[in-house]
């Protein structure tokens, strides 16, 4: 069983935190407690919401009284998978030309690469999903090569654009609205990770697994006149990725 | 032409909002919803709507809006507020009415709601609710999001909102007694969750101070000035999920509370969580009102949640006929449907 402890936050919620790092094996953790929770169904549960080493449960203490959710999540600890559950792998479109990546020679010069490195590196990983939060359907992806791994700018952005694609210590992101942002811009995707319409989605999951294929300014823009007619469909590529150990 | 309410001016921020978007947190998705919720019920249950009905949030200073309906019924809980009923868009003068209470307005006649006062946060409800598609189960306006509510929006001159009902019910108009809407001495808050990431004196202190709720405030989150409050361990921390009424504290040492826009996700120290009893209150807290915190433990802040759903179960009993007094009144209220008879748990998100 992983060493854990709850805290309250407030009189609504807790979290069950399992430690106070980035690491592949808390997110394990975290993820298969909000499974299980979300499974058992509990009268009282109104939602869970899994971050990079701790889990959000939000519950109504007027039906769930706080000492039995603790009771119930002590329980559900007991054998608690130590392994990733299979996610869906993605391939999504990045693209980094200079002229969307505006921090990638910046980039370059702060890591001692050329800009061709930078982007050599950084799709050369399968990052990791740990989780979704900040903006609607935003994907916290890691983990970005130890050689591209910068602190964020000293005076972040008051706005970036949909789409941008940026790297910030060991994430990396698709910011699915335009925002202010701290992070280093390196291209961009004509990926909506955040579908709007009537019946909104977030495309990724925490524990799927995704790649950047890295495309032409040309191609960008024809897949980004397609995604804003709606016919830009992206896929898993395959069901289920096996399990690392 | 179907029934609508025409928005002829926004006031500074008119958004359509209820009870919340739970249960999409996961996906990055705020619960949004009233940021008084208290007032919203009541609103809704003057004008014979379930409480959980979307209405109008207004923030500092009110729209005016021009009735094309035959005529609606309205209600208007909340702030103090100067509210008119023209007789029609070109008219300066009108009937001066007072708020806590329903109102018929008839097609043509325009209600112009001045500056408020005593708080941030006045609700128009309108009795059948407004015609506009819930997404993801709510019609709250989330604005960064840009979509629930009237096209993911605050509300522009020009906006033209559909109604459920082309006319209003015959009945008498109502008002709300005895609702306490005061501004609390103190917001109870509960310590923690990252209560290791300060000393025991700067979380004393941090209950002892008095803060100010300053410029830059919103729906998002409440900014405070008073005291700095610094910081044991840093001020970063591994993103975690935030609950309603979280009070982080980034590197200058001035503290936000979190409410009803809040990101689910974040990555600065919370020194305490406001207590779900006072969130409502802590809602309508305007700009420059001062602020100052008092722990409680949870089974304390949870024995004054259930009071204040005992509280809003009561509202129907506060309602009475403009004109007649609060005794044996239920009767009546029954046969008008003001109140509702059972209060669904699972729409107590506060």
């Known amino acids: 069983m992983p060493d854990y402890r709850v805290l309250n936050a407030g009189d609504t919620a807790i979290v069950v935190e399992f430690g106070e790092s980035i690491d592949r094996r808390l997110s394990t953790w975290v993820l298969a407690l909000a499974r299980r929770l979300d499974e058992a169904r509990l009268d009282g549960l109104v939602e869970t919401v899994p971050t990079f080493r701790s889990l959000l449960v939000h519950y109504d203490p007027l039906i769930l009284p706080t000492a039995s959710l603790a009771a119930r999540i002590a329980e559900l600890m007991q054998g608690l998978p130590v392994t990733e559950q299979g996610g869906r792998l993605w391939r999504l479109p990045a693209c980094y030309d200079p002229s969307l990546g505006l921090d990638l020679a910046d980039v370059a010069a702060r890591t001692g690469l050329s800009p061709a490195q930078v982007i050599e590196r950084h799709c050369a990983v399968t990052y990791y999903v740990y989780m979704l939060g900040f903006l609607p359907g935003q994907a916290y992806m890691g983990d970005v090569p130890a050689e591209l791994a910068l602190a964020r700018r000293e005076s972040p952005r008051l706005k970036i654009p949909a789409g941008s694609l940026a790297i910030a210590g060991a994430m990396t992101c698709i910011f699915p609205l335009e ?41 960008y823009e024809r897949l980004l006149v397609k995604a804003a007619d709606g016919t830009l469909e992206i896929f898993p590529m395959d069901e289920a990725v096996e399990a690392a150990a | ?40 019920r009541a609103a809704n249950a003057l004008v014979g709507n379930n409480q959980d009905a979307g209405a109008l949030e207004v923030a500092y200073v009110g729209p005016t809006i021009a009735v094309e309906a035959d005529d609606v019924r309205l209600s208007f809980v909340g702030a103090q507020a100067a509210i008119d009923i023209l007789p029609d868009a070109a008219a300066t003068t009108g009937e001066r009415i007072a708020t806590m209470r329903s109102i018929r307005v008839r097609r043509g006649e325009v209600i112009r709601i001045g500056s408020l006062s005593g708080g941030a946060v006045l609700y128009v409800a309108v009795e059948g609710g407004f015609d506009i598609p819930p997404v993801l189960g709510s019609v709250s306006t989330y604005l960064r999001g840009g979509f629930g509510g009237w096209q993911g929006r605050a509300l522009v001159a020009g906006d033209r909102l559909p109604l459920r009902r082309s006319a209003a019910s015959a009945r008498d108009e109502c008002r709300i007694e005895g609702l306490d809407l005061r501004a609390p001495a103190r917001v109870r808050a509960i310590a923690g969750p990252q209560k290791d990431y300060f000393s025991e004196n700067e979380i004393a202190s941090f209950f002892a101070g008095q803060y100010t709720v300053c410029a830059g405030s919103d729906r998002m989150g409440m900014r405070l000035q008073g005291r700095r409050v610094d910081h044991a361990r840093g001020y970063n921390i591994t993103s975690d999920g935030i609950a309603a009424g979280s009070i982080q504290v980034p590197g200058n040492g001035q503290p936000i509370i979190l409410l009803a826009d809040r990101q689910t996700t974040g990555g600065y120290p919370k020194i305490a969580t406001v207590i779900s009893a006072d969130l409502p209150a802590l809602g309508r807290l305007p700009m420059g009102a001062t602020i100052a915190f008092e722990q409680v433990t949870v089974e304390a802040a949870q024995a004054l949640r259930r009071d204040l759903f005992a509280e809003i179960e009561r509202i129907g009993e506060k309602i009475v006929p403009i004109g007649h007094a609060a005794t044996d009144m239920a009767p009546m209220l029954l046969d008008h449907n003001l109140i509702s008879g059972v209060v669904d748990a699972h729409n107590w998100t506060l």
């Open chain 2, 1 to 40: 032409m179907s029934a609508a309410l025409r928005i002829l001016a926004p006031g500074l921020l008119t958004t359509v909002q209820d009870l919340g978007r739970p249960g999409y947190q996961s996906l990055g998705i705020p619960v949004s919803g009233g940021l008084d919720p208290v007032s919203l």
């Open chain 1, 179 to 219: 925002t202010p942002c701290g992070w280093h811009l390196i291209g961009r995707s004509p990926v909506a990770l955040w579908e709007r319409g009537p019946r909104p989605r977030a495309l990724l999951a925490p524990g799927d697994q995704v790649g950047f294929a890295p495309v032409s300014l040309r191609e």
